[in-house]
């Protein structure tokens, strides 16, 4: 077990020592991460694992728990959204063996003996950013707004050529 997650790594060598990557990173080293955040503040811990499944699949388990600070796109104030990400990433070499992959896979295409596992931590945080942060007890808009009966009226285009209509 190693607490040093390297820049890049050998998935291959990696998955047949059944390593095992556990510690921290800050926010701040995550750079398409931080553009969908508040600030920098905060770091993930995490947990990778390389090995094989029963059917000889190999994978890279990420566990992952962290704090990302967003802003509510409701009230615009910053807010801590607490993830958790379990996933288990298959590695393939080629695009046509995701097929293959059992159900709850997802599939990694690792192109040559190198793959940079910062990219697989920030790649799941990434997904799990909510397309519109909301802090949790801040009001939803009401999907259902109707103006009034005069904005209706004058707004519409028409309301000019109905006036002239009753004139006649």
Known sequence: MS???????????????????????????????????????????????????????????????????????RSLQRFVLPVHVEQRIGLIRDETDEDALPPGYEAQLVQGESLAPLDLLEDELILAVPAVPAMSGTEAMDAEWAPAAEEQDAINPFAALKALKRDT
Do not use: H, K, N, T
């Open 3 to 73: 607490d040093r997650l390297p820049e890049q790594l050998d998935p291959w060598r990696m998955v047949a020592a059944r390593r095992v990557f556990e510690g921290s990173v800050p926010l701040a080293d995550m750079p398409r991460l931080r553009s969908l955040l508040a600030d920098d503040a905060g770091e993930v811990r995490y947990s990778m694992e390389f090995g094989r499944d029963i059917g000889g699949v190999a994978y890279a388990a990420l566990v992952m728990d962290a704090g990302l600070p967003l802003e509510c796109q």
